[in-house]
């Protein structure tokens, strides 16, 4: 887990793509395909993606809906 900080806002938790797909329970394929078509939002600094906590409240809130 990494921390990210911006100009006068809060720590938010950044997730690997492994404890990302952890928390949704599906693969890391499943993981990378609904980035790719976007309904998660991941962002790739340097060589490794990372996914915010917030994503995944967002993802998961979608599905609920």
Not at 31 to 54: C, E, V
Request: aromatic letters at 6%.
């Amino acid at each position: 887990m990494l921390e990210a900080e911006g100009a006068g806002m809060e720590t938010e938790r950044l997730l690997t793509t492994n404890e990302a797909a952890g928390l949704l329970r599906c693969t890391r394929r499943a993981l990378y395909n609904h980035m790719r078509a976007g309904r998660l939002r991941a962002y790739r600094p340097g060589g490794r993606w990372l996914i915010p906590q917030s994503a995944i409240d967002d993802f998961l809130n979608a599905k609920r809906k």
